[in-house]
C-alpha cells in the first residue's frame, strides 16, 4: 500500500513558476514509477509526465515538453514537477500516481495508487 499526498499547487500568472511535489508513504516508493495527471473542470483526466523507478527515464506530454520537469528523490519518498512558463490552459487540479508496471504508450505505466490531487490555477 502507498499513500501519496501532494502539494505546492496556488495561483501564479501567466509566466510564472510553481514547485510540486508528491510526498509517498512506505519503504516500497523506490520500486514505483512515479507519474503526473490532470484534470481541468469539464475534460477528462489527462498525463503529463512520467518517471521510472530510478529516475532514468522521463517522459512528457507534448503539451509541457520543455516546460515541466519530473524528477524525484528516493532518500525523501518524493517526486516533484517543475513548472514553468505557466499557461492559463494549465489551470486544473493535478494528480501524482504510482505505478508498476510499464506499457508502451502514454503514460506509460499502469497506476496503483492516485493522491487526492492539487489545484493549480494560473491567470492570465
Known amino acids: 500500500q502507498v499513500q501519496l499526498v501532494e502539494s505546492g499547487g496556488g495561483l501564479?500568472?501567466?509566466g510564472g513558476s510553481l514547485?510540486?511535489?508528491?510526498?509517498a508513504s512506505g519503504r516500497t516508493f523506490s520500486s514505483y514509477a512515479m507519474g503526473?495527471?490532470?484534470q481541468a473542470p469539464g475534460k477528462e483526466r489527462e498525463f503529463v509526465a512520467a518517471i521510472s523507478w530510478?529516475?532514468?527515464r522521463r517522459y512528457y506530454a507534448d503539451s509541457v515538453k520543455d516546460r515541466f520537469t519530473i524528477s524525484r528523490?528516493?532518500?525523501?519518498n518524493t517526486v516533484y514537477l517543475q513548472m514553468n512558463s505557466l499557461k492559463p490552459e494549465d489551470t486544473a487540479v493535478y494528480y501524482c500516481a504510482a505505478g508498476s508496471r510499464a506499457t508502451m504508450n502514454p503514460p506509460f505505466y499502469e497506476y496503483d495508487y492516485w493522491g487526492?490531487?492539487?489545484q493549480v490555477t494560473v491567470s492570465s
Do not use: E, I, Y
Open 73 to 76: 528523490d528516493n532518500a525523501k
Open 36 to 38: 503526473w495527471f490532470r
Open 19 to 23: 514547485r510540486l511535489s508528491c510526498a
Open 12 to 14: 501564479v500568472q501567466a
Open 116 to 118: 487526492q490531487g492539487t
Open 54 to 56: 530510478s529516475g532514468g
